[in-house]
Structures are given as C-alpha cells and as structure tokens.
C-alpha cells in the first residue's frame, strides 16, 4: 500500500491500482481519525489505498535476487513497507493487536519479532514507537491518508454502481479498481506530476500491466481493463498535445 504522495515515486516500478477496505473503529479517537480519511459505512468505515503492484503476488516485484528490496538502496522505500508489521490506519496505542494478528498469519514465521527475553531493540514500547524512524514513516503514511480522501472518495463513488460493490459490503476483504480515466489526471496533479509528465506515468503504467500480465498464469481482470484504458487515454492525450502545438505555432 502507497499513499497519493509516493505514486510518483513508485510508478515506474509497479502498476498502481487503488483498493478499498472496510476498517472498525477501535475507539472514539480512531472514530474521529477514521472519519478523516475514509467514509462511514454503517458499523464501519471503507477506506482506499493506492497499491504499488499486484498484491495477489506471493513475491514483490521491488526485490532482487537475493530477496532485498531495490527501492530500499535507491531511497524511495513506500512508508508501509517501513513500518511493517505495523499499520497507520490504526492507532499508534493499539499497534500491539495488529502486530499480534500479523504474527498469527502472513508473518508467522518473521525473525523480526522481539521475543519477551530479548531486551537490545524495540520500535515500539508502551503505546508508543520508541524509534523515529518508525514513527515519522507512521505519521507521514496517515498524513497521506488524509490528503488523498477527496480523490479515493471519487474514485469510490464511481464503484458504487457497480454489482461487485454490493458483494464488498456484504463481505470482507478488498475490492480492486485502477484509477478511473475521469479522475486519473487529478490524482496525478495531486500526486505531484506536472502535465508535461502525464506521458511518463501513462507509458510507464502501460509497460508494467502488459509485463505483469504476460507474466501471470491466471488472469488479472483489473489489470488488463487498466491497460485498456491506458491505451485509450493515451491516444486522447497524444491528440491533446497536438492540438496543443498547433495551437501555438
């Protein structure tokens, strides 16, 4: 998971697409927290995040052969990826119980986790990350999810007429979309791309969902209607810019 503020650092790495999950509230200030970055839903709160890659994949994209991450060298190593197995959607006081839940599941089998006769290294102690990595990458990701509602809040009501949208309510998990064509120039000003720079996410989009589908033995519906709309976007925006061109010569 990215925030809007780390697209333009991942984009020519991963196909971003954007998911949506339901979240409940833990206590009258994560109500108030969840209120800030998602959309009251009943009994709980749907929240989107942008995904840097294709999350159904067991490996990451971003890791070399001997299993170390590339962007972690380059220095643009997403915010979540920081902090795992902590998450920013929750409070920093109730970390205990998400880092509990992922030692129970995907990171069963994770050596980094402090037994209780380990005493050399915390980041987090108390109810509070005891180190400021930790807690900067913390701050800014939920910093970032606050930033990006208006344009995930978009993106969601373009979900909501569709029958998958009635089948997440009803279910848990995730719902998967890319970034509407309506809407994809406004998360990318918002993202911090100027227009001259729309192309480079456009191309660079495109290259990876044909990569990453060529690559799949099952098929990703997500990814290949993002790379038709790609391709669709990408004529209009060719066209724009030379209409553009003439316009000034």
């Known amino acids: 998971m990215i925030t809007i503020d780390e697209i333009k ?7 971003v697409t954007i998911g949506f999950r339901k979240y ?4 009258p200030e994560h109500r108030d927290f969840l209120e800030t970055i998602g959309e009251n839903s009943g009994d709980c709160y749907i929240v989107g995040d942008f995904i840097a ?3 159904r994949r067991k490996r990451c994209a971003a890791l070399d052969s001997r299993n170390l991450c590339k962007l972690h060298k380059q220095g643009r190593k997403p915010l979540q990826c920081r902090i795992v197995p902590f998450c920013a959607v929750y409070p920093e006081d109730k970390q205990d119980v998400i880092f509990v839940e992922q030692k129970q599941g995907k990171f069963k089998k994770c050596k980094g986790y402090k037994t209780a006769e380990e ?7 108390n109810g509070r990350f005891t180190d400021s990595t930790h807690r900067d990458a913390f701050c800014e990701y939920q910093k970032g999810l606050q930033r990006q509602k208006r344009v995930t809040q978009g993106i969601l009501e373009e979900l909501k007429g569709q029958p998958s949208y009635q089948e997440f309510l009803r279910g848990e998990g995730i719902i998967e979309t890319y970034i509407p064509l309506s809407l994809l120039f406004d998360v990318l000003e918002a993202g911090g791309f100027s227009f001259d720079e729309y192309h480079l996410f456009i191309n660079a989009q495109g290259r990876l969902c044909s990569k990453e589908l060529a690559s799949q033995k099952t098929e990703n519906p997500v990814l290949a209607d993002y790379l038709k709309a790609l391709n669709q976007i990408a004529e209009s925006y060719t066209k724009f810019v030379k209409d553009q061109r003439q316009a000034v010569k």
């Open 9 to 15: 650092k991942c984009y020519d790495v991963f196909p």
């Open 24 to 27: 409940f509230s833990m206590n």
């Open 53 to 55: 890659g294709n999350w």
């Open 119 to 125: 005493k050399k290294y915390t980041v987090w102690e």
